[in-house]
Every structure is written in C-alpha cells, then in structure tokens.
C-alpha cells in the first residue's frame, strides 16, 4: 500500500500542478501572492492628509440606541456618544438592558403572586371562592336569558 502512494507522490511531483511549481521557485516577486518589498516601500500608506483610507466599521446611531447607552450606564449623558460606536458595544449595552428588564420581568411577576395570594386570603375569609363566583355568574347568565325570553312575545 505504502509503495502505491509513494508512485502516485512522485507521477504528482512529476507532472505537478503550476502552483506547486511558483511555490519552488526561488524569484518570489513574480509570484501569484507575494509582493515585493520594494512594491511597498512606495505606496505610502493613507491618505495625503496621512490619514487611513479605511474607517473603523462602526454602528451609525439612532436615538433609540442614544437611550440604551444611557441607560446601561456605558455613556452619563446622550451628548457624550460619538456619532458611531463598535458593535460590540451596542451589543453588551444590549444585553445589559435586556438583562435588567428580565430582573425587572422578574420582580413583577413576584409581586403579582404575592398579591394574589394576598386577595385569595382575603376571599377565602369571606366566603369567596372561584367556585361560588362561577355559581353567581352562571345563575345571572339564565337570569338574564329567561328576561329576554319573556321579553319577546
């Protein structure tokens, strides 16, 4: 098995592809990827006013995220942001605020059981319970439509 793979090693190298050739050639500058140095030592890099060509990528703002920067404390106030901010940091604000209005989420829905438990209490002292308020209802329901049927002669 090992002698077949050695043959077809060597019928490759023989009769091997351009790129391995460009890659054993010793003049690099002519090659598909490289640049020679010189190439580069002439372009200056940026701009005449020797800035960058390229921006920063960045998040263009909206008043919305204006008010999740505020309040997830990153920024004091909305006059202090920049014009763009990275994404990352929209996106841990983000997450911040989504993680106080689950906090949030949280403790109203625990005052909410407290409460009813609360009001169960109170209505379980006087009597009232969820069976005999579906009593009362249901006993109004018929009362109502037998006085529509007796209304219509």
């Known amino acids: 098995m090992w002698g077949a793979a050695g ?6 190298d023989r009769n091997g592809s351009c790129a391995v050739r460009l890659t054993q050639r010793t003049d690099l500058k002519r090659g598909l990827c490289s640049k020679g140095q010189e ?4 372009k200056p890099m940026g701009t005449a006013s020797g800035q960058s060509k390229l921006k920063m990528p ?3 703002i909206t008043n919305w995220d204006k008010k999740v920067l505020v309040w997830s404390g ?11 901010v990275s994404f990352e940091m929209i996106g841990a604000a983000r997450s911040n605020i989504r993680v106080k209005v689950s906090y949030l989420m949280i403790a109203l829905t625990i005052a909410g059981c407290i409460v009813m438990v609360i ?3 109170r209505g379980s002292s006087r009597q009232k319970t969820i069976v005999s308020q579906n009593i009362e209802r ?5 009362e109502a ?9």
């Open 7 to 12: 043959r077809v090693l060597r019928l490759w």
């Open 39 to 42: 190439d580069s030592a002439q």
């Open 58 to 60: 960045g998040h263009q």
């Open 74 to 84: 990153r920024f004091k106030k909305a006059e202090d942001i920049p014009e763009t």
């Open 119 to 121: 009001e169960g209490k």
């Open 138 to 142: 249901k006993m109004k329901l018929t």
């Open 145 to 153: 439509t037998e006085q529509d049927i007796s209304a219509k002669p």
